[in-house]
């Protein structure tokens, strides 16, 4: 198992926790109250910074069921929080809805995956391996 490090920033955060057991993803609450109007975003603070496991990474992803009931989601979908990163977590919530929808203290807005990272070494070549799928993009499978 792997410890991961939370600071509270705000004495209204709540800190990230697993729903039920096995769940991928933690729960991220927000500390202010917004408004977002039908088809603008907005920057929601969560009032914790973090502290990442060596060679990991932290996914913010949507919550199936705003996205469902009240078209939220992550604009920048999924956020990447890389391990060196110590500053407030925020969040970019989109209403693609057609009312507008009020973020509230304490409200469940978004959920944070831990994920490993490969150190990759970028190397340049004149000739990538061939494939059965070769250059087939956008489309090249079927609908």
């Not at 907005?42 to 919550?63: D, W, Y």
């Not at 992550?74 to 809805?97: M, Q, W």
């Amino acid at each position: 198992m792997m410890i991961l490090n939370i600071k509270r920033l705000s004495s209204d955060a709540v800190l990230p926790s697993f729903a039920n057991k096995g769940d991928a993803g933690l729960d991220m609450f927000s500390v202010e109250e917004k408004t977002i109007l039908p088809g603008e975003s907005a920057l929601i603070s969560t009032g914790i910074a973090i502290e990442l496991p060596r060679n990991t990474e932290a996914q913010i992803r949507p919550r199936s069921g705003l996205a469902l009931k009240h078209s939220i989601t992550v604009l920048n979908t999924p956020g990447t929080i890389d391990e060196g990163y110590r500053g407030e977590i925020k969040i970019i919530l989109i209403n693609h809805g057609k009312k507008e929808f009020k973020v509230t203290k304490g409200m469940k807005i978004a959920q944070m995956v831990v994920k490993p990272i490969l150190d990759v070494e970028v190397v340049e070549v004149s000739i990538l391996n061939s494939t059965e799928r070769g250059t087939g993009g956008f489309g090249s499978s079927g609908y």
